[in-house]
């Protein structure tokens, strides 16, 4: 399945430095606003230790780890659902992407310039989002009198109920917009059976907290980070020195863990979002694996092995018979496949086994 992550935030907050590190690109990250005109596309490897270990069992010639697809989203501007700046384009590549990267600037540095003139995330944040529910809000408009006509013409009771509860969800949705509690709309998008127009002040988000490169060690002082954790919790909050990370990413291996040792930082924060983005949209990693390559293939938690096996071919679930599985830990506990087989580790399940983090699998099918 295709994810897809979107930085957005203001002009000069730091979004393609951000993207940059985050793909190893070149986007150009000039210090004017509207720099990134057309969204830039590109996909990066999930961090996944287990794909080395397990081509390491396997011989495998190559792997294949999961992908996130980031987009780095020309800056917004306040007036841009009513199309200031590049609203227009923005609000139509957001609703594109399956989770929000907000990037807020977290620093101060009188050489970049800043739209408000003042560094103050929160009410740059609170700008985009109250750009997205503007947006939504003539969504909604326009799309309640198409209902109405619907639901006229409908001749199946059927179907005349569904957009009957369209109605209703919008209509709900409707006045928490115009109280600009965007909160309220995911919470109701979310808990709604009901089919509707996508609304993009209802996608999932994180918000990363760009801070100076300085500050990499000392962030939890800093006083813009601290308001954002205050306002969100931190297992929302991501913090990154995008200039830093933009650097890490152009050395090597080598070179970029002497420098990471050299200011403190254990881990690259690229990783963190990475995984992060990964976590908040409900995913999780079955493999398949073989002398030819290992697999990683990202899912949706809770799916079962039927539905899975259509990730990798449409074949696979359309003639699905069963599926031999074992998980990830067990292969590594015994260390071989013939000492997990004779554990009694490895199993036949049918087609409504849910599939678990880190399983392997081998599908039999006959199309």
Known sequence: MGIKAGLVGLPNVGKSTLFNALTKSTVPAENYPFCTIDPHVAITEVPDERIAKLQKIYGSEKTLPASVTFVDIAGL???????EGLGNQFLSHI?????ILHVLRCFEDSDIVHTSQKVDPLSDYDIIVSELMLKDLDSVEKRLPKIERDIKIAKVAAEKKAFEEERELLLTVQKQLNNADAQSVR???EQSTATTIPLISAKKFLIIANIAEDEIDSYQNNIHYQALVNHFGADH???VSAKIENELAQLSEQDAAEMMEMI???EQSLHTIIRQTYRNLGLITFFTCGPKE???WPIKQGMN???SAGEIHSDLERGFIRADIFNYTD????GTIAKLKEAGKMRTEGQDYITQDGDIILVKFNV
């Not at 501007?77 to 199309?83: C, E, I």
């Not at 609703?95 to 989770?99: F, S, T």
């Not at 292969?331 to 015994?334: A, K």
């Open 77 to 83: 501007v306040k007036g841009a659902a009513s199309g």
């Open 187 to 189: 919470e109701t998008i």
């Open 264 to 266: 403190g930082l254990k």
């Open 305 to 307: 092995i039927r539905s």
């Open 237 to 239: 909050v991501i913090p």
């Open 95 to 99: 609703r594109e992407v399956d989770l």
């Open 331 to 334: 292969l590594i506990t015994y």
């Open 294 to 296: 290992i697999h990683a």
